[in-house]
C-alpha cells in the first residue's frame, strides 16, 4: 500500500503543506495612517485671527473656509517679517486638502498616529504681535483652543477611529520647548487627547496625562494585545525648560520611571508595545555636520535628548517593543536601535519611523505615511509616503511618491530588515546603488538630494549607531 493511500498518512500530510503554505503567504494587514509635524497656523490671515480668538473652535472651519482677507497677503508677509519666519507652515487650505486625500485614499484606515507639533512656528511672537495687551491666561487659551481644533479635525475627518495624538516642542502654553509639570496647560489638554479614547482607559490616561503630559492605551482591536506608550519627549530635550525658563530635570525622570513602568506592566501582562514622541532618540546628523563637529577628533556629536536613557530603555525592552514612531525632523526617514546583548545572542534592536511634516517650513512637499500592520504581531509590513502636488493646499492633488517594500525589496520594517539595509548602505558610501539614491531622494520630500548626499555616509551611521560612542566608532573606525 502506497503511504499517500492511507487516509489518515494523506490527512496529515495535507495539514503539513496547508501549514507550510500559510507560513510562505505574507502576513494579513490593517491599514493605518501616520502624520506629523502638522503644525497648523491660525495667523495665515492676520485680520481674522481675532474672529477666530472670539469664536468657538466649532465654528473655525466656516471662518477658515472664506477668502482671505483684502490685506491677507501684505498683512501675512508683516507677520512673517517681525517673527522671522524660516518659511510657511499650514494654513487651513493645506490641513483641510490633507484631511481629504487622507480619507479618499484610505477610508477604511484602522487608526491614526500623530507624533506632535500641531500648532505653528514662532506662535508665541504670532500671537504677542497681533495681540499686544493679551495676558499669559489668554495665549494659552488660544493655544488650547488651537490644539483642540486640529485634533477635532483630524476625528471629524474619521468619525469612530482612534487617533492617537502626542504632545510636540511647540504645543506648549507658555512657549517652545517649555512646559510646567502639574500646570492648568497639561490639566486643558488632558480631555482632547483623552477623548475618545475607551471609557474604561480614559480615566487612568487622564491621570497619567495631567502631570507632565504623557499616557498609554491599549490599541483597540484589530490590534492584537497592544499597549501604546504616547511620550512626551519635549520633557528630554536639551532644549527644555519650564515656563519660567529654568532647567528643571525632574520632569525628564518622572518619565522614564514612568516608561519603565509602563513596560514592566506590558511585559506582565504579554502586551506588546509600540511607542510613539515627537523627538526622535539617537544623533542629529545634520546638525552635526552643520556645526563641524569633528567626531573623529573627539568631539561630541548634536543629539536630539538631552542623554540615551530613553533609547536604553527602549532596546532594554525590545523582546517587547516593536516600534517607535516619532516627527520633529519634518523628514522621512527611518531609524534602528542597537545594543549589544551577551556573546552568542543577538543584538537588542528596535525598529523607528520618523514621520514627514504636513508643513512644507522648510521648503520640503507636504506629505503623510499609508502604514500596512500585521495586528497579531504589532509589526510594520509595509507603507507609502503619500505627497502633495505643491505647498499651499489650492488645487492640490496627493499622489504616492514611494512604496517601502517596492523600493527597498524588504519584507517588513522589521530590525532585521532595517539592520539588512542599513548594511547595505554602509557598504555604498558613494550612494550608487538604486536603494542608496532612493533614500537620498525621498527622505526629504520634494528631493534635496543635494543636501544630503555630500554626507551620505555619516548619515548612515546616524540610522544604526544612536549613542555618540557608536556613531564615532562607525564614522571614524579607526579612532577607539
Not at 475627518?157 to 512657549?175: E, K, Q, R, W
Not at 509595509?382 to 492633488?397: F, K, W
Request: with cysteine; charged share 15%.
Amino acid at each position: 500500500m502506497r503511504l499517500l493511500h492511507h487516509p489518515v498518512l494523506f490527512a496529515f500530510f495535507v495539514f503539513l503543506a496547508a501549514t507550510a503554505a500559510a507560513h510562505a503567504q505574507p502576513p494579513k494587514t490593517i491599514p493605518a495612517l501616520f502624520v506629523s509635524d502638522i503644525h497648523f497656523d491660525p495667523f495665515h490671515d492676520p485680520d481674522r485671527t481675532k474672529d477666530l480668538v472670539a469664536a468657538p473652535a466649532a465654528q473655525w472651519p466656516k471662518l477658515l473656509a472664506a477668502p482671505d482677507s483684502p490685506t491677507q497677503p501684505t498683512a501675512f508677509k508683516s507677520l512673517q517679517d517681525t517673527c522671522h519666519a524660516r518659511g510657511v507652515d499650514t494654513p487651513y487650505a493645506l490641513l483641510d486638502s490633507a484631511l481629504s486625500a487622507m480619507k479618499d485614499r484610505q477610508p477604511d484606515a484602522k487608526f491614526m498616529i500623530v507624533t506632535g507639533d500641531l500648532i505653528a512656528h514662532g506662535f508665541t511672537c504670532r500671537y504677542a504681535t497681533l495681540f499686544p495687551n493679551a495676558t499669559p491666561g489668554d495665549y494659552q487659551a488660544f493655544v488650547v483652543k488651537t490644539i483642540g481644533f486640529v485634533v477635532s479635525q483630524l476625528r471629524a475627518t474619521f468619525p469612530g477611529m482612534p487617533v492617537y495624538v502626542a504632545l510636540g516642542n511647540n504645543d506648549s502654553g507658555c512657549g517652545d520647548y517649555k512646559l510646567d509639570a502639574n500646570s492648568t496647560f497639561f490639566a486643558q489638554t488632558a480631555p482632547i487627547f483623552a477623548e475618545a479614547l475607551p471609557a474604561s482607559q480614559r480615566k487612568q490616561a487622564l491621570e497619567d496625562f495631567k502631570p507632565l503630559g504623557y499616557y498609554s492605551v491599549t490599541m483597540a482591536e484589530p490590534m492584537h494585545a497592544t499597549r501604546l506608550i504616547a511620550l512626551n519627549d519635549n520633557l528630554l530635550s536639551p532644549k527644555y525648560t519650564t515656563c519660567a525658563g529654568q532647567p528643571d530635570p525632574a520632569p525628564a525622570a518622572a518619565e522614564l520611571s514612568w516608561l519603565q513602568s509602563q513596560l514592566a506592566a506590558a511585559r506582565a501582562a504579554h502586551q506588546r508595545v509600540w511607542v510613539f514622541g515627537h523627538i526622535p532618540p539617537g544623533i542629529d546628523p545634520y546638525s552635526t555636520v552643520a556645526k563641524f563637529r569633528n567626531v573623529c577628533a573627539g568631539k561630541s556629536p548634536s543629539e536630539f535628548l538631552s542623554s540615551d536613557q530613553m533609547a536604553d530603555t527602549l532596546a532594554d525592552s525590545a523582546d517587547i517593543v516593536r516600534l517607535g514612531i516619532f516627527g520633529h525632523t519634518h523628514m522621512d526617514e527611518m531609524r534602528l536601535l542597537t545594543r549589544d546583548a551577551d556573546p552568542g545572542i543577538a543584538p537588542k534592536q528596535v525598529p523607528i519611523k520618523v514621520t514627514g511634516s504636513i508643513s512644507p517650513v522648510d521648503g520640503n512637499i507636504p506629505s503623510f505615511t499609508i502604514a500596512r500592520i500585521n495586528p497579531t504581531a504589532a509589526d510594520l509590513i509595509d507603507y507609502d509616503v503619500v505627497e502633495a502636488s505643491n505647498q499651499t493646499g489650492i488645487a492640490t492633488t496627493w499622489k504616492t511618491e514611494y512604496n517601502y517594500a517596492a523600493t527597498y525589496n524588504q519584507p517588513d520594517f522589521t530590525p532585521a530588515a532595517l539592520a539588512q539595509l542599513i548594511a547595505a548602505f554602509k557598504a555604498d558610501p558613494k550612494a550608487a546603488t538604486p536603494a542608496s539614491a532612493a533614500y537620498i531622494h525621498n527622505y526629504f520630500v520634494g528631493d534635496m538630494s543635494h543636501e544630503l548626499s555630500p554626507f551620505w555616509p555619516e548619515y548612515v551611521c546616524a540610522l544604526g549607531s544612536d549613542t555618540a560612542k557608536d556613531f564615532a566608532t562607525c564614522v571614524c573606525p579607526a579612532v577607539k
